[in-house]
Every structure is written in structure tokens, then in C-alpha cells.
């Protein structure tokens, strides 16, 4: 069962990152204690009745701070979007079944779609020159955290529909093929529904172990509400529905019925 707290944290650091985007650094250090890659939070924005998730994008257990990077799509985001540094958080985390982490691998490849980016960054910080990240956005404005990534990351590509930055032209599923090829120990995804999917089917097609993060509205977070149902199957074929915030997000590639 997720070890998770509520409480309400302070902000030591803000950035506007890209267009209606944000990184917030908080100090929390229970949380920070027992996060891990591919988990979120559920942040209650003042004056709002339901709480947003919000992936975890840092985590430094040494400073006991969290970072969260997040864009602006509605008035609850918007809140907290006008948040700063000194501010507070009301917080319920680290929630949700993380990414499975393979010490002995040689070689992993990163698979972000636009907001899906930002939870790739506690896999690349794992990875380290392990991993190559391959990051998916419509366009120049859009593009966030790949000095970041670069950071961790032997290699990075950057891929906009329109050409308009990066290196590829196009959706990230052309680079990954490439890989794919070579021969890859895991596949780590977060992103569009439809990116997942296409990710999904290239990794089964070829035999490499995936895993992908599923982005899913949620109202309690912790497996009550029953709101956030995915249909799944499992190793028999049986299929039967789980829940993205408390079985998931993150979920094998082969169990998601697209």
C-alpha cells in the first residue's frame, strides 16, 4: 500500500518554464522520503472542492524537496499556477504505483509526449547515461526540460509535429523504431493517449518490456471514488477494470486495452 501524508508544504522555488507552464519546488520531507519515479500528487487549489494530480518530476531525498512541472488547463491549474514562492501547497503524497526500476540494464529509452516529459526526469536522473530520452511536443513553444534531461542523459531527441525545434520532424514513435532495432532493455512512456498507444504496440510488436503512464481525471486519488477506471487485462486474457490512481499510473504496456 502507497505510504502517503497530507499536509501542506512550503514553496522555495517557482519558474514559468514555457508557455502556461510551471516548475514549483516544495520542501516536504517525509514525502521526498518515500517518493518514487512515476508517482503524483493531488494538490487542492484555494477555493476548489477537488484536488488536481500532478506528476512528480524531481526528487531529492538528500534537500527533502519535491519539484512538480505542470501546465495551466483550467481554473483549478490556473490557481495554482498564481501560486509563489513563500506560498503554501495543501498536498496528499507520493500516491500511485511508480515505474519498475532495472539496476542491472544497459540501455532504457525515455518516451515523453508534452506534459508527459516532466516524469521522465526522475527516470533520467535513475538511468543516468543509461537512458536515452526521446521528447514529443506540437511545437517550439511547447518544448520544455531538455536542458534538464540533458543533464542525466547520454542522448536526447526532440521531436515537434511541425518541425518548428528540435531535431526530428514528426511524433516520437520514428526515433523509437530506430531503437527498437538496436535492441533496448525497457521502455518507459507518458504522454497522449493515442503516442501511448502507438509506444505500446512498437514495443509489444517487438518483444522489449514497456511500461507506460497513464493520464487519467481523478477525484480522491487513493482508489475510493472508483472515478478513474482503465480497462486492463491480465496475463490469462482476463480482462477486468483497474484504477489509474491507485493500481497506475503507471501500468504494463500489454495490460492497457486501448
Same mark, same amino acid.
Given at each position: 500500500?502507497?505510504?502517503?501524508?497530507?499536509?501542506?508544504?512550503?514553496?522555495?522555488?517557482?519558474?514559468?518554464i514555457? $508557455?502556461?507552464t510551471?516548475s514549483?519546488t516544495?520542501y516536504?520531507?517525509?514525502v521526498?522520503?518515500n517518493?518514487?519515479?512515476?508517482?503524483?500528487?493531488?494538490i487542492?487549489?484555494?477555493?476548489y472542492g477537488?484536488r488536481?494530480?500532478?506528476?512528480i518530476?524531481g526528487?531529492?531525498?538528500?534537500?527533502g524537496?519535491?519539484?512538480?512541472v505542470?501546465?495551466?488547463?483550467?481554473?483549478?491549474?490556473?490557481?495554482?499556477?498564481?501560486?509563489n514562492?513563500?506560498?503554501?501547497?495543501?498536498?496528499?503524497?507520493?500516491?500511485?504505483h511508480g515505474?519498475?526500476?532495472?539496476?542491472?540494464?544497459?540501455?532504457?529509452?525515455?518516451?515523453?509526449?508534452?506534459?508527459?516529459v +516532466?516524469p521522465?526526469?526522475p527516470?533520467?536522473?535513475y538511468?543516468?547515461?543509461?537512458?536515452?530520452?526521446?521528447?514529443?511536443?506540437r511545437?517550439?513553444?511547447?518544448?520544455?526540460? $531538455?536542458?534538464?534531461?540533458?543533464q542525466?542523459?547520454?542522448?536526447?531527441?526532440?521531436?515537434?509535429?511541425? &518541425?518548428?525545434?528540435?531535431?526530428?520532424k514528426?511524433?516520437?514513435?520514428? +526515433?523509437?523504431?530506430?531503437?527498437?532495432?538496436?535492441?533496448?532493455n525497457?521502455?518507459?512512456?507518458?504522454g497522449? $493517449?493515442?503516442?501511448?498507444?502507438?509506444?505500446?504496440?512498437?514495443?509489444?510488436?517487438s &518483444?522489449?518490456?514497456?511500461e507506460?503512464s497513464?493520464?487519467?481525471?481523478m477525484?480522491?486519488g487513493?482508489?475510493a471514488?472508483?472515478?478513474?477506471?482503465?480497462?486492463t487485462k491480465?496475463?490469462?486474457?482476463?480482462e477486468?477494470?483497474?484504477h489509474?490512481?491507485?493500481? &497506475? +499510473?503507471?501500468?504494463?504496456?500489454e495490460?492497457? $486495452?486501448?
Amino acid at each position: 500500500m502507497t505510504n502517503y501524508t497530507q499536509g501542506v508544504y512550503p514553496i522555495s522555488e517557482k519558474q514559468a518554464i514555457a $508557455q502556461d507552464t510551471y516548475s514549483f519546488t516544495l520542501y516536504c520531507p517525509a514525502v521526498a522520503e518515500n517518493a518514487k519515479p512515476g508517482q503524483f500528487v493531488h494538490i487542492l487549489p484555494k477555493g476548489y472542492g477537488l484536488r488536481r494530480p500532478i506528476s512528480i518530476a524531481g526528487i531529492d531525498k538528500e534537500k527533502g524537496m519535491l519539484r512538480l512541472v505542470f501546465a495551466v488547463r483550467g481554473k483549478g491549474t490556473e490557481s495554482l499556477a498564481g501560486l509563489n514562492k513563500g506560498d503554501f501547497m495543501d498536498m496528499i503524497a507520493p500516491l500511485g504505483h511508480g515505474f519498475t526500476l532495472f539496476p542491472e540494464a544497459e540501455h532504457v529509452v525515455l518516451v515523453g509526449g508534452g506534459i508527459g516529459v +516532466p516524469p521522465m526526469l526522475p527516470l533520467a536522473a535513475y538511468y543516468g547515461s543509461k537512458a536515452t530520452v526521446i521528447s514529443g511536443f506540437r511545437s517550439f513553444p511547447q518544448v520544455i526540460l $531538455q536542458e534538464d534531461l540533458a543533464q542525466y542523459c547520454a542522448k536526447t531527441i526532440c521531436c515537434t509535429e511541425d &518541425g518548428s525545434a528540435g531535431t526530428v520532424k514528426g511524433f516520437v514513435t520514428a +526515433p523509437l523504431s530506430d531503437l527498437l532495432r538496436e535492441g533496448v532493455n525497457a521502455v518507459y512512456a507518458c504522454g497522449p $493517449q493515442a503516442m501511448l498507444k502507438a509506444v505500446a504496440r512498437a514495443c509489444i510488436e517487438s &518483444g522489449t518490456y514497456c511500461e507506460v503512464s497513464l493520464e487519467e481525471r481523478m477525484a480522491c486519488g487513493i482508489g475510493a471514488c472508483l472515478g478513474c477506471a482503465c480497462r486492463t487485462k491480465d496475463a490469462d486474457g482476463n480482462e477486468k477494470y483497474l484504477h489509474v490512481c491507485k493500481n &497506475g +499510473p503507471v501500468f504494463r504496456a500489454e495490460e492497457v $486495452q486501448w
